[in-house]
Structures are given as C-alpha cells and as structure tokens.
C-alpha cells in the first residue's frame, strides 16, 4: 500500500518564487474557523470586540515587538475575520549555519522547521497560534482559525491607499460584506 502524504496535494495561494521576508507591504485577512463570528460585533457600523477579540487584538498589536522588522500600517477586527497591512521594513534572511566543512550546510539542533518559512508565514504562524493559547484559557473547545490566510503584495501607492480606505471602511460595509454570515 502507498503512503500519500496527505500535505502532498495542498494548492499553494502564494506567489510562487516571491521572498515573502522581503521589504513590502502586505495586505492580509485572517479568517475565523468556518468564519463564525467569535471576535466581537458590529454595533452602529462600528466593530465592538467581545472578550475574545480583545485577545486577538493584544496579540495583533504586540506583533511589532517580537518582530522588530514589521510595522503595523492598519488593523481591523471584524466578528469573524482579521485586516491587516503588515510593513516589512529590513529585509530578513535565515542564513544557514555553518559548521567545519564548509560545502556543507547543515540546521541547528534548536532550530525549528518554521524558522524555514517566510517571515509573514511565521508572523501569521505566531499570531493565530498564541491567539488561540490564550482564547482556550477561556474556552477549549472554540476552533478559532481557519487553516490558511488571504494575502496580497501591495505593489503601489494607490493599491496601497485604496486597501488601506477598504479596512477602514469595512465595519461601516458589514451589511453587505460577503463574510457577513446575516447575508442572504
């Protein structure tokens, strides 16, 4: 009997060959598991974070400081997904470690197979992960994140604008927001 590994037909949504560790913006929607509405809720077009979403918040916010490389551009919690515009500001390698023969490189032992990913695999990896450590302090048993992420190269100053109106504007749009579970 043949053993698939069952990642073996996993469809790719990135751009392929693209450094994703590269100095850039980065538009990025994170979606709730079965994009249930866990975060919070839109009152009066404006987005109320429920105990949950504060977390989510915390975690989102404090990003900046475990990456040094990144800032923050804009952030908006929606009840069941996340918009954001991540800035890498350096760019960041992971050189591989040398050791006596120097043809041949070979990973630490400390080293994790994440450290490989780009760096906004891993910021995305770290958020979604410490966000749903602490959620399931309150709750074990709420699935909180989807398994992927939606994310996007901004290339310009006009897509970046235009993304960036899309994210303020979009609790004021949630009527009509195709996340929006009320839609019929």
């Keep these: 009997m043949m053993n ?5 037909y996993r469809k790719t949504i990135r751009l392929k060959g693209y450094d994703y560790s590269q100095s850039g913006f980065y538009y990025v929607t994170i979606c709730t598991q079965n994009r249930e509405c866990l ?10 974070l429920n105990e949950i979403g504060k977390i989510v918040d915390d975690i989102l916010n404090s990003l900046p400081n475990r990456y040094e490389q990144i800032k923050l551009d804009i952030c908006q ?3 069941n997904h996340v918009h954001t515009i991540i800035q890498i500001v350096g760019a960041h390698h992971d050189a591989p470690i040398m050791h006596h023969d120097t043809s041949v490189y070979k990973r630490a032992i400390h080293e994790s197979p994440l450290q490989k990913r780009s760096l ?3 910021i995305i990896g770290y958020f979604k992960m410490n966000s749903a450590k602490l959620i399931h302090q309150i709750n074990p048993n709420i699935p909180i994140w989807q398994r992927n992420y939606y994310e996007h190269i901004i290339r310009n100053e006009n897509e970046l604008n235009a993304i960036h109106q899309y994210i303020v504007d979009n609790p004021k749009n949630w009527a009509k927001d195709e996340n929006n579970p009320n839609l019929i």
Excluded: A
């Design 4 to 8: 698939i590994n069952r990642f073996q």
């Design 39 to 48: 975060l919070g809720e839109i009152i009066n077009k404006k987005m109320v």
């Design 77 to 79: 919690i929606m009840p």
């Design 120 to 122: 906004l695999s891993r």
